[in-house]
């Protein structure tokens, strides 16, 4: 029996192989080959099917009844053109051949033609068949099926030919019949063999060879799959019988025989395993090892190793339990043997083939990287028993984890045994016999599965083989290898958070570095495992935290350690009542969970928010108990604002403990800081008085709090893109003590380093010091940021103020100027209005002459308290003479100074004045700026300060408990019901509040004054026109001519020498009168160009003729320059003058229709006066 190939004899009685060999070799083997099964299978596509060609024998004797049937086909190769030939010898050969044929079963037969190049394949003539071939055909075909192929021995059309591709699809054909038929007898035969399982006499090493036979002649086929269902059905059948308890057909267990330890499991012809099956005398050892080889063998075949490599560890597990069961008659150490060359066989066989899969498949490497790591791990196992039980390896973890305990203690209670011979697998006895050759292949085979887990990403399991290799490692007291393996793998375990696993690497890992004298390695294996001290007992716990307190201050460096879980920590609340603390604190608690008290040198708390971008709070000196610690933090560093608690720092000596409170999935903690009360406090503002035209300033205003300042420096710095400070070697500072604020502020003069840095001066307590900083932005910008930094000694400490600043620069008022002039003066008229929403107080105004023009009247009242609305205009009138020495270059502009409030700030600054009076009485006012910036935002911005200017009351919205909360969210209960309630009970107080509540509580409100430079002419080109009537006395009447006579007068006083001696072109100009026609008719020039020079007088003849009775305005007249260049103005005499005009007649008729109240009778006729009509 072959066993690969499907056997196909052929029968050469004419000596035709020769010449046909090669042609029919060279078209195997055969491929695509469709098998339809006669059962209800599915149907089977072969893509090549290997061919065995063996000469027919005529003495071959039959095979016995259960052995599996190879032959499918037989050929008959026949040569022979001379039918009387055919007739008389020929076809007596093929009848004796196919008789014979016919007596072995399931087998297929093919007569094959083999003609010459020239031989015709048929000469039909009338239907008579007169060639050989057709003889033959018509003499052994059956039915439908042909049983006759023609070939030719040289065919001219090569490997193409359609008479070897016939020749070829019938042995498709017949091969696939025979082994169709006996698919279906073998299935037959043991179907009917299994239904009499239960009767006597069955046996089931026979049913096996049965259905082996069925599952070879599959494999023949190159049907693997279906080849492994059969094993696989073989395999549950026999496990059925193992569990029915039914071994009568095997004779004992086996693995007695030499070799049996380490023979190749996947050999299934290291015995003749079917001839034991046959006679019935194979153990079960060997039968297992029979089928679990030809099951692999059917992978193989499949390239199937990942299977292999999964079902070789089961069957390994699996037959382990039973080996021990018989382990009395076994050679010493069998099991461990038997293990470690199963494991190795599987992996060496499935190696080549992988290596091929790899290549194809890239995912394929990280699936059989799995499987095969876990059998050499399996393998290296048995080393560590073997280890242990010959000394070479101590009875401690890892190796003594997979030890059999119980079968230890059993066979530490029983009576040595007779020696059974040792194992006879040779690299294990050399391991057993040197050390250094166990350690060799200890190390050889852990490498391989480290190396084969990292290709399958599967680090933990890495992970546990290196600890066997640092263990193996301190065993041999190589301490520096162990500790480099423990320490590369020991932080993987951190974070896999195995406290127990880490714990047991730990403690070696510690000792190998006390031994070394690394002392900071040894201080951080210390704190890892106080880190996992649920894990050790307390005597542990305290032995290592005293061996950590006496080598912490001989750290070369810093090591640092998070807080969890040697250390708890919470952050309770921000505590800044000034009754509580001296300055704001933090309140944390640390629980600490070791066993002694630990001393800390330093502990600090870092927050981040905005501006400053980090804010620490520390403390030093302190023990923190085995418990809870109440601790409080103060911080250097001055700020307001939403701050986000970042991360805790403990040092104790050169051991730092961190806490990361910013944790993905941790909630973040944010406190609400407020600016120390009692410390240096600054705000940046736009100063009191500004000047247009001028460049802007800042004005920085700090308050010293209640401590003395020995110096400092303050940094403004622009948060903006557009804003810039200047530099300048000096700054204007006023200095002033709150008390006395009657008194004159002493003036100072402060340095500006390069950096920026304005030096402050030394300062007592409760004493403001402010500020005036020159800048230079954007004038589309009305809203700077600055962020405000002051660095000042106080008390011998170092603090910081940081605040930012959002810059308001406003400028409420609008003013326009028009210039009258007049032959001596000229009127300035100011026009003053709201420029936005809000109402504004002016309280004062005045005007400044400047270097051209004096004052010389204006309104007696210079302190107001007018309310100017938006959309009102406010007029001031002021009389200007020029002085006599008048540089006309210069361009004169007199000032004119508003001094003002608006309504908006007077209401918020009076609230504001009782909010904090309110909390003040509470001990809240540190959250002042904080509370009214918000309550303003939210409860302020919707004031309607028209009605209040109108009415003098402000009426305050309803209060809205869940906006409030909303803005006091990051304080701790406690304060912001305190806050909540203070703040409701404020807004029902002052639900209305009348204008002389506001007054009352802002008695000295803050003031603004804006200076706006105005710019008036000192030259100009002034006439005086007069429209003269020639007799003034006579009345004038409708209709009659009015002579007149327009006289015109370049004035002298506003005239310059330039202008004076000017060309022809300068001194043209044009009067225009503007006659209204429906008054006034007028005859003359209504337009007339003239030139004039200072001192000349005009006259213009013109007549008026009026359209109307009653007093009637005289046209207006104006006179204008010719030249855009010169720019002129006319002072008209007669402006708004009326003249009386009188009708000519002084008699009128007047037209009066009396309306009827009542019915009138029908006989009532109704009349209308008589009216005469002037002649």
């Given at each position: 029996?072959?066993?690969?190939?499907?056997?196909?004899?052929?029968?050469?009685?004419?000596?035709?192989?020769?010449l046909?060999?090669?042609?029919?070799?060279?078209?195997?083997?055969?491929?695509?080959?469709?098998?339809?099964?006669?059962?209800?299978?599915s149907?089977?596509?072969?893509?090549?099917l290997?061919?065995d060609?063996?000469?027919?024998?005529?003495?071959?004797?039959?095979?016995?009844?259960?052995?599996?049937?190879t032959?499918?086909?037989?050929?008959?190769?026949?040569?022979?053109?001379?039918?009387?030939?055919?007739?008389?010898?020929v076809?007596?050969?093929?009848?004796?051949?196919?008789?014979?044929?016919?007596?072995?079963?399931?087998?297929?037969?093919?007569?094959?033609?083999?003609?010459?190049?020239?031989?015709?394949?048929?000469?039909?003539?009338?239907?008579?068949?007169?060639?050989?071939f057709?003889?033959?055909?018509?003499?052994?075909?059956?039915?439908?099926?042909?049983?006759?192929a023609?070939?030719?021995?040289?065919d001219?059309?090569?490997?193409?030919?359609?008479?070897?591709?016939?020749?070829?699809?019938?042995?498709?054909e017949?091969?696939?019949?025979?082994?169709?038929?006996?698919?279906?007898?073998?299935?037959?035969?043991?179907?009917?063999?299994?239904?009499?399982?239960?009767m006597?006499?069955?046996?089931?090493?026979?049913?096996?060879?049965?259905?082996?036979?069925?599952?070879?002649?599959?494999?023949?086929?190159?049907?693997?799959?279906?080849?492994?269902?059969?094993?696989?059905?073989?395999?549950?059948?026999?496990?059925?019988?193992?569990?029915?308890?039914a071994?009568a057909?095997?004779?004992h267990?086996?693995?007695?025989?030499?070799?049996?330890?380490?023979?190749?499991?996947m050999?299934?012809?290291?015995?003749?395993?079917?001839?034991?099956i046959?006679?019935?005398?194979?153990?079960?050892?060997?039968?297992?090892?029979?089928?679990?080889a030809r099951?692999?063998?059917?992978?193989?075949?499949?390239?199937r190793?990942?299977?292999?490599?999964?079902?070789?560890?089961?069957?390994?597990?699996?037959?382990?339990?039973?080996?021990?069961?018989?382990?009395?008659v076994?050679?010493?150490n069998?099991?461990e043997?038997?293990?470690?060359?199963?494991?190795?066989?599987?992996?060496?066989?499935?190696?080549?083939?992988?290596?091929?899969?790899?290549?194809a498949?890239?995912?394929?490497i990280?699936?059989?990287s799995?499987?095969?790591?876990?059998?050499?791990l399996?393998?290296?196992?048995?080393?560590?028993?073997?280890?242990?039980?010959?000394?070479?390896?101590?009875?401690?973890?890892?190796?003594?984890?997979?030890?059999?305990?119980?079968?230890?203690?059993d066979?530490?209670?029983?009576p040595?045994?007779?020696?059974?011979?040792?194992?006879?697998?040779?690299?294990?006895?050399?391991?057993?016999?040197?050390?250094e050759?166990?350690?060799?292949?200890?190390?050889?085979?852990?490498?391989?599965?480290?190396?084969?887990?990292?290709?399958?990403?599967?680090?933990?399991?890495?992970?546990?083989?290196?600890?066997?290799?640092?263990?193996?490692?301190?065993t041999?007291?190589?301490?520096?290898?162990?500790?480099?393996?423990?320490?590369?793998?020991?932080?993987?375990?951190?974070?896999?958070?195995?406290?127990?696993i880490e714990?047991?690497?730990?403690?070696?890992?510690?000792?190998?570095?006390?031994?070394?004298?690394?002392?900071?390695?040894?201080?951080?294996?210390?704190?890892?495992?106080?880190?996992n001290?649920?894990?050790?007992?307390?005597?542990?716990a305290?032995?290592?935290?005293?061996?950590?307190?006496?080598?912490?201050?001989?750290?070369?460096s810093?090591?640092?350690?998070?807080?969890?879980?040697?250390?708890?920590?919470?952050v309770?609340?921000?505590?800044?009542?000034?009754?509580?603390?001296?300055?704001?604190?933090?309140?944390?608690?640390?629980?600490n969970?070791?066993?002694?008290?630990?001393?800390?040198?330093?502990?600090?708390?870092?927050?981040?928010?905005?501006?400053?971008?980090q804010?620490?709070?520390?403390?030093?000196?302190?023990?923190?108990?085995?418990?809870?610690?109440?601790?409080?933090?103060?911080?250097?560093?001055?700020?307001?604002?939403?701050?986000?608690?970042?991360?805790?720092?403990?040092?104790?000596?050169?051991?730092?403990f961190m806490?990361?409170?910013?944790?993905?999935?941790?909630k973040?903690?944010?406190?609400?800081?407020?600016?120390?009360?009692?410390r240096?406090?600054?705000?940046?503002?736009?100063?009191?008085?500004?000047?247009?035209?001028?460049?802007?300033?800042?004005?920085?205003?700090?308050?010293?709090?209640?401590?003395?300042?020995?110096g400092?420096?303050?940094?403004?710095?622009?948060?903006?893109?557009?804003?810039?400070?200047?530099?300048?070697?000096?700054?204007s500072?006023?200095?002033?003590g709150?008390?006395?604020e009657?008194?004159?502020?002493?003036?100072?003069?402060?340095?500006?380093?390069?950096?920026?840095?304005?030096?402050?001066?030394e300062?007592?307590?409760?004493?403001?010091?402010?500020?005036?900083?020159?800048?230079?932005?954007?004038?589309?910008?009305?809203?700077?940021?600055?962020?405000?930094?002051?660095?000042?000694?106080?008390?011998?400490?170092?603090?910081?103020?940081?605040?930012?600043?959002?810059?308001?620069?406003?400028?409420?008022?609008?003013v326009?100027?028009?210039?009258?002039?007049?032959?001596?003066?000229?009127?300035?008229?100011?026009?003053?209005?709201?420029?936005?929403?809000?109402?504004?107080?002016i309280?004062?105004?005045?005007l400044?002459?400047?270097?051209?023009?004096?004052?010389?009247?204006?309104?007696?009242?210079?302190?107001?308290?007018?309310t100017?609305?938006?959309?009102?205009?406010?007029?001031f009138?002021?009389?200007?003479?020029?002085?006599?020495?008048?540089?006309?270059?210069?361009?004169?502009?007199?000032?004119?100074?508003?001094k003002?409030?608006?309504?908006?700030?007077?209401?918020?600054?009076?609230?504001?004045?009782?909010?904090e009076?309110?909390?003040?009485?509470?001990?809240?006012?540190?959250?002042f700026?904080?509370?009214?910036?918000?309550?303003?935002?939210?409860?302020?911005?919707?004031?309607?300060?028209?009605?209040?200017?109108l009415?003098?009351?402000?009426?305050?919205?309803?209060?809205?408990?869940?906006?409030?909360e909303?803005?006091?969210?990051?304080?701790?209960?406690?304060?912001?019901?305190?806050?909540?309630?203070?703040?409701?009970?404020?807004?029902?107080e002052?639900?209305?509040?009348?204008?002389?509540t506001?007054?009352d509580?802002s008695?000295?409100?803050?003031?603004?004054?804006?200076?706006?430079?105005?710019?008036?002419?000192i030259?100009k080109?002034?006439?005086?026109?007069?429209?003269?009537l020639?007799?003034?006395?006579?009345?004038?009447?409708?209709?009659?001519?009015?002579?007149?006579?327009?006289?015109?007068?370049?004035?002298?006083d506003?005239s310059?020498?330039?202008?004076?001696?000017?060309g022809?072109?300068?001194?043209?100009?044009?009067?225009?009168?503007?006659v209204?026609?429906?008054?006034?008719l007028?005859?003359?020039?209504?337009?007339?160009?003239?030139t004039?020079?200072?001192?000349?007088?005009?006259?213009?003849?013109?007549?008026?003729?009026?359209?109307?009775?009653g007093?009637?305005?005289?046209?207006?007249?104006?006179?204008?320059?010719?030249?855009?260049?010169?720019?002129?103005?006319?002072?008209?005499?007669?402006?708004?003058?009326?003249?009386?005009?009188?009708?000519?007649?002084?008699?009128?008729?007047?037209?009066?229709?009396?309306?009827?109240?009542?019915?009138?009778?029908?006989?009532?006729?109704?009349?209308?006066?008589?009216?005469?009509?002037?002649?």
């Amino acid at each position: 029996m072959n066993g690969r190939k499907v056997t196909v004899t052929y029968c050469d009685e004419f000596d035709v192989w020769p010449l046909v060999a090669n042609d029919l070799s060279s078209r195997l083997p055969l491929r695509n080959l469709q098998w339809h099964p006669s059962s209800q299978r599915s149907e089977r596509f072969i893509p090549s099917l290997e061919v065995d060609l063996q000469r027919f024998n005529f003495d071959q004797v039959p095979l016995p009844l259960l052995a599996a049937h190879t032959t499918y086909l037989n050929l008959y190769f026949v040569n022979c053109d001379d039918n009387d030939a055919y007739k008389n010898k020929v076809k007596k050969q093929i009848k004796t051949w196919v008789d014979l044929i016919g007596t072995k079963k399931n087998q297929e037969w093919l007569i094959v033609y083999v003609a010459g190049q020239d031989t015709k394949r048929s000469n039909n003539y009338l239907g008579l068949k007169t060639t050989v071939f057709d003889k033959i055909r018509a003499d052994f075909s059956q039915g439908k099926r042909d049983r006759c192929a023609y070939i030719r021995i040289v065919d001219p059309d090569g490997p193409s030919s359609e008479l070897w591709g016939g020749f070829i699809e019938k042995m498709k054909e017949s091969i696939l019949a025979s082994f169709d038929m006996q698919v279906l007898q073998i299935q037959e035969d043991a179907r009917r063999l299994d239904l009499q399982r239960n009767m006597p006499g069955w046996n089931y090493c026979t049913f096996f060879i049965l259905k082996e036979g069925l599952a070879q002649a599959f494999e023949i086929m190159s049907l693997y799959e279906d080849a492994l269902i059969q094993y696989d059905e073989l395999e549950a059948s026999f496990f059925q019988v193992l569990r029915d308890k039914a071994l009568a057909w095997f004779g004992h267990f086996g693995a007695t025989d030499p070799g049996d330890d380490c023979g190749n499991i996947m050999d299934f012809k290291r015995k003749d395993y079917r001839e034991l099956i046959n006679k019935n005398v194979i153990s079960v050892f060997d039968f297992r090892c029979y089928l679990f080889a030809r099951q692999t063998r059917m992978l193989l075949k499949l390239q199937r190793t990942i299977e292999i490599c999964k079902r070789g560890q089961l069957f390994i597990s699996s037959f382990i339990p039973a080996i021990r069961e018989n382990e009395d008659v076994l050679v010493d150490n069998f099991v461990e043997s038997w293990v470690f060359s199963a494991c190795m066989n599987i992996v060496n066989e499935c190696e080549p083939l992988s290596t091929n899969l790899s290549a194809a498949d890239p995912n394929f490497i990280a699936l059989y990287s799995a499987v095969k790591a876990d059998l050499l791990l399996t393998a290296r196992r048995q080393l560590d028993k073997l280890g242990i039980k010959h000394k070479h390896l101590p009875v401690t973890e890892p190796f003594s984890i997979f030890l059999d305990t119980k079968l230890n203690d059993d066979t530490a209670k029983s009576p040595p045994a007779k020696p059974k011979g040792p194992m006879t697998n040779e690299k294990l006895l050399e391991a057993i016999n040197s050390v250094e050759a166990f350690d060799k292949m200890y190390m050889a085979l852990s490498t391989r599965a480290i190396k084969s887990y990292d290709a399958c990403h599967r680090p933990k399991a890495a992970l546990t083989v290196h600890g066997d290799i640092a263990a193996l490692k301190y065993t041999r007291d190589k301490l520096d290898e162990a500790v480099r393996i423990y320490e590369s793998m020991i932080w993987r375990y951190d974070e896999q958070e195995w406290g127990s696993i880490e714990n047991s690497l730990l403690i070696k890992c510690a000792d190998s570095q006390q031994r070394l004298g690394k002392t900071d390695q040894y201080i951080e294996s210390l704190l890892t495992l106080l880190k996992n001290a649920k894990w050790l007992s307390k005597d542990e716990a305290t032995r290592y935290m005293e061996d950590l307190l006496s080598n912490v201050h001989k750290l070369d460096s810093d090591i640092r350690r998070a807080f969890s879980p040697m250390f708890g920590i919470t952050v309770v609340s921000i505590i800044d009542e000034q009754s509580t603390v001296e300055s704001s604190s933090v309140e944390i608690c640390i629980e600490n969970h070791l066993p002694k008290s630990l001393h800390c040198d330093n502990l600090c708390l870092r927050l981040v928010g905005n501006d400053p971008e980090q804010v620490w709070f520390d403390t030093k000196d302190l023990d923190l108990a085995p418990g809870k610690n109440k601790i409080y933090l103060t911080s250097k560093t001055s700020t307001s604002g939403n701050y986000v608690v970042e991360a805790c720092e403990m040092h104790v000596g050169k051991l730092v403990f961190m806490h990361n409170f910013m944790k993905d999935g941790q909630k973040k903690r944010i406190l609400r800081l407020n600016h120390d009360m009692n410390r240096l406090q600054a705000t940046v503002c736009q100063p009191d008085q500004i000047c247009l035209g001028e460049r802007q300033q800042l004005a920085v205003r700090i308050s010293t709090g209640k401590k003395h300042i020995t110096g400092g420096k303050v940094l403004l710095e622009p948060q903006m893109e557009g804003f810039a400070l200047l530099k300048t070697e000096k700054v204007s500072a006023t200095l002033r003590g709150c008390e006395d604020e009657e008194d004159a502020p002493r003036t100072l003069e402060l340095d500006m380093l390069e950096s920026g840095e304005i030096v402050l001066p030394e300062c007592e307590p409760n004493q403001t010091l402010g500020l005036l900083v020159e800048y230079e932005g954007s004038y589309t910008e009305f809203e700077y940021r600055i962020k405000t930094t002051i660095t000042y000694e106080s008390e011998g400490n170092t603090r910081e103020f940081v605040s930012a600043h959002s810059i308001h620069v406003t400028v409420p008022l609008v003013v326009t100027e028009t210039s009258i002039f007049r032959e001596t003066c000229v009127f300035l008229k100011v026009d003053v209005s709201c420029n936005g929403d809000h109402p504004v107080r002016i309280l004062e105004s005045k005007l400044f002459p400047s270097k051209s023009y004096v004052v010389e009247s204006s309104s007696a009242v210079e302190q107001w308290d007018l309310t100017l609305f938006p959309k009102q205009v406010a007029t001031f009138v002021y009389k200007l003479v020029k002085r006599d020495d008048v540089d006309h270059d210069l361009k004169p502009k007199v000032r004119f100074y508003a001094k003002y409030h608006t309504l908006k700030d007077e209401v918020e600054a009076s609230i504001g004045a009782m909010l904090e009076r309110k909390l003040q009485k509470h001990h809240a006012s540190q959250h002042f700026t904080y509370v009214f910036s918000k309550v303003k935002e939210a409860f302020l911005s919707s004031i309607d300060y028209v009605s209040y200017g109108l009415t003098d009351v402000v009426h305050l919205e309803d209060f809205d408990a869940e906006l409030c909360e909303s803005f006091l969210l990051n304080r701790d209960l406690k304060t912001k019901v305190e806050l909540l309630d203070l703040i409701e009970e404020f807004f029902e107080e002052h639900e209305a509040i009348t204008v002389r509540t506001i007054k009352d509580n802002s008695p000295k409100p803050r003031t603004n004054a804006i200076i706006f430079p105005l710019e008036v002419p000192i030259s100009k080109v002034l006439h005086t026109a007069e429209l003269v009537l020639t007799n003034p006395a006579k009345e004038l009447l409708v209709s009659e001519r009015c002579p007149c006579t327009l006289r015109i007068k370049q004035s002298a006083d506003w005239s310059t020498a330039e202008m004076n001696g000017a060309g022809p072109s300068h001194n043209e100009f044009y009067y225009d009168i503007d006659v209204d026609y429906d008054n006034w008719l007028l005859s003359g020039k209504r337009r007339l160009r003239f030139t004039s020079k200072p001192g000349h007088v005009f006259e213009f003849p013109v007549d008026l003729v009026p359209l109307k009775t009653g007093n009637l305005l005289l046209p207006c007249v104006r006179v204008s320059a010719n030249s855009a260049n010169i720019s002129a103005a006319t002072f008209y005499v007669n402006s708004a003058q009326q003249i009386l005009v009188r009708a000519k007649s002084k008699t009128a008729t007047f037209f009066v229709e009396q309306q009827q109240r009542f019915l009138q009778p029908q006989n009532t006729t109704a009349y209308a006066p008589d009216i005469s009509t002037p002649s």
